[in-house]
Nanobody, 122 residues
Framework: QLQASGGGLVQAGGSLRLSCAAS????????MGWFRQAPGKERECVAA????????WYADSAKGRFTISRDNAKNAVLLQMNSLKPEDTAVYYC?????????????????WGQGTLVTVSS
C-alpha cells in the first residue's frame, strides 16, 4: 500500500516535496516512480528510481528541477520539486513495481498511491 502526500498550492518558482510512504517488508525490492496526470492529459512518468536508489530517470520536463530519492529503512520515496512552473500542475502519484530495471510506463506498475494535487499559480 502506498500513501502519497505533500501536494498543495505554490507560486511559480517555488518548491514542494512530495512523500510516498509504503507499507510492507519488501520495499527495497521495488522500483519506484512518480507520475503525474493533468486534466485532459495522459498519465506520465516524471521520475523513477531503482531498488537501491543508485539509478534514476527523469522526464525532460523534470530534469534539473526534480529530484527523486528513497529511504529503504523508512519505506519512503521522495520527490523534491524546485522551480515549479504552472505546467507542473497535476495530480501526482507514486507507484511501485517489483522489478530489477527502471521502467517508466504507467501500465507496467503494479501498485499506486492515491494521488496528491499540486497546483502552481503564475
Amino acid at each position: 500500500q502506498l500513501q502519497a502526500s505533500g501536494g498543495g498550492l505554490v507560486q511559480a518558482g517555488g518548491s514542494l516535496r512530495l512523500s510516498c510512504a509504503a507499507s510492507g517488508r519488501t520495499f527495497s525490492r521495488y522500483v519506484m516512480g512518480w507520475f503525474r496526470q493533468a486534466p485532459g492529459k495522459e498519465r506520465e512518468c516524471v521520475a523513477a528510481l531503482s531498488r537501491s536508489g543508485g539509478s534514476t530517470w527523469y522526464a525532460d520536463s523534470a530534469k534539473g528541477r526534480f529530484t527523486i530519492s528513497r529511504d529503504n529503512a523508512k519505506n519512503a520515496v521522495l520527490l523534491q520539486m524546485n522551480s515549479l512552473k504552472p505546467e507542473d500542475t497535476a495530480v501526482y502519484y507514486c507507484a511501485a513495481k517489483d522489478f530489477m530495471l527502471l521502467i517508466t510506463t504507467p501500465r507496467s506498475y503494479d501498485y499506486w498511491g492515491q494521488g496528491t494535487l499540486v497546483t502552481v499559480s503564475s
